[in-house]
């Protein structure tokens, strides 16, 4: 998948994730759990999802919450063609 594929598809997931909040400022580098678009369920929701989005299990240990503040930060962490599997 695409950075861009990614970041489509991540704000479409969060606008129905978030449907109570505005995402049009939402840019690859913005902060979503500062700008109240992630929380503690609000990521585990997140990580269901893009587990299917992307047709494995993600990683999950050590510092995680680190990897799942930025659209950037999750791609690629989690997502980029050579990211832990």
Known sequence: MTREEFYTLFTALL??????LDL???EPDT?????GY???IGMLET???????????????GDLLPTF??????YEAHIAPGART
Do not use: A, F, K, Q
């Open 47 to 61: 990580i269901e999802r893009l587990e299917v989005l992307v047709g494995r299990p993600l990683e999950l240990c």
């Open 24 to 26: 049009s400022g939402l």
């Open 31 to 35: 902060h979503l759990w500062e700008r």
């Open 15 to 20: 606008t129905e994730l978030r449907s109570d």
């Open 69 to 74: 503040y930025t659209m950037d930060r999750i």
């Open 38 to 40: 992630l929380d503690s």
